[in-house]
């Protein structure tokens, strides 16, 4: 039987994974029986989802995953647009030789990654290489639940090169490594305004409802 913390990481995983659609009803009895666990942690597991606004709880009567709009869509990408600049900022004036290194590494990216597991993976690191923890726990959150949009609108999304996604990231990262911040901020605030474009245009074409 999963713990409470598992059963949380569980579902989230698999609402952010798409494996459970926005607007997916959760009915207790089928969700328990999934994850193996019982309803008391289950009902922790999704209060604590509520507050991150990935489940919607109507006491007494429903419990379904959130459903996904423009609006909430655009919020994220302003929020990460404030938010992923200035922890990148901070990295490059902070980072040590082991970061600087971990980075690299990571924004080399992996051709047998998943091209959305291989973007989360990146601004994840970075964010989480903030001096400023609560700035870096803040920008993660954010981006893996925007790892939702993509997957809803992945299929309607025009031109995808992750060959040039991952060329970003190496400039992004090289201006990090260099201790170049006003260059890595403003790079990874172009990044997050195109990836904008790109899905809220797609969203669009998937006749999301704002």
Do not use: W
């Not at 994850?35 to 507050?51: I, K, N, Q």
């Not at 082991?98 to 973007?119: H, K, M, P, S, Y």
């Not at 400039?171 to 901020?185: H, L, N, P, Q, W």
């Amino acid at each position: 039987m999963l713990m409470r913390t598992s059963v949380y990481a569980a579902l989230k995983d698999d609402i952010i994974a798409c494996r459970l659609m926005p607007g997916t009803e959760l009915r207790e009895p089928e969700i328990a029986a999934r994850y193996s666990v019982g309803r008391s942690p289950l009902r922790e597991a999704l209060l604590r989802l509520e507050a991150e606004g990935l489940v919607v709880i109507v006491p007494r009567q429903y419990c379904r995953v959130a459903p996904i709009s423009l609006r909430d869509a655009a919020d994220m990408f302003g929020l990460r647009r404030v938010l992923e600049p200035e922890a990148a900022r901070l990295v490059a004036r902070t980072a040590d030789d082991a970061a600087r290194t971990r980075l690299l590494a990571v924004a080399a990216g992996d051709e047998a990654a998943d091209f959305i597991d291989d973007n989360r993976r990146f601004h994840c690191t970075l964010a989480s290489l903030a001096p400023n923890r609560r700035l870096g726990a803040s920008c993660v959150e954010i981006i893996e639940q925007s790892d939702r949009l993509v997957r809803v609108s992945l299929a309607q999304i025009e031109g995808r090169r992750p060959d040039l996604l991952i060329g970003e990231h190496r400039a992004i990262a090289d201006a990090v490594v260099r201790g170049d911040a006003r260059t890595a901020a403003r790079l990874l605030r172009a990044h997050i305004d195109a990836a904008e474009t790109r899905v809220l245009s797609a969203l669009r074409r998937a006749a999301v409802i704002d």
